[in-house]
């Protein structure tokens, strides 16, 4: 069983960053494909950033093109988001999530993960 475990949200101003963390636990995730979602109130969860464990390759929703990077340790576990230009519109709760299941590029679904984290708070002031 894999535990996963979000850190690094906050509060920050409109055009700020932050860097969220999502650490592994029980088992390599260095053969899984890894990805964050998050969910603001009153909304469904939704895909943000996703990244292939082989070649590490990477794939986001358009409105977090060009601001967000996804990134992966495998020697750590562990897994990344840089959120750069930060909105008030980025608000919500950020998941990080894992897949046994979707083997290949694009899994933006969140019935295609099957390992979540609690996760984190990040709240963008304007």
């Known amino acids: 069983q894999v535990q996963l475990a979000e850190s690094g949200g906050g509060l920050v101003q409109a055009g700020g960053s932050l860097r969220l963390s999502c650490a592994a636990s029980g088992r390599t995730l260095s053969y899984h494909n890894l990805g964050w979602f998050r969910q603001a109130p009153g909304k469904e969860r939704e895909f943000v950033a996703g990244i292939l464990w082989n070649p590490g390759t990477t794939y986001y929703t358009d409105s977090v093109k060009g601001r967000f990077t996804i990134s992966r340790d495998n020697a750590k576990n562990t897994l990344y988001l840089q959120m750069n230009s930060l909105k008030p519109e980025d608000t919500a709760v950020y998941y990080c999530?894992?897949?046994?299941?979707?083997?290949?590029?694009?899994?933006?679904?969140?019935?295609?993960?099957?390992?979540w984290g609690q996760g984190t708070q990040v709240t963008v002031s304007s």
């Open positions: 999530a894992g897949t046994s299941s979707c083997l290949g590029y694009g899994c933006r679904r969140v019935g295609e993960y099957n390992y």
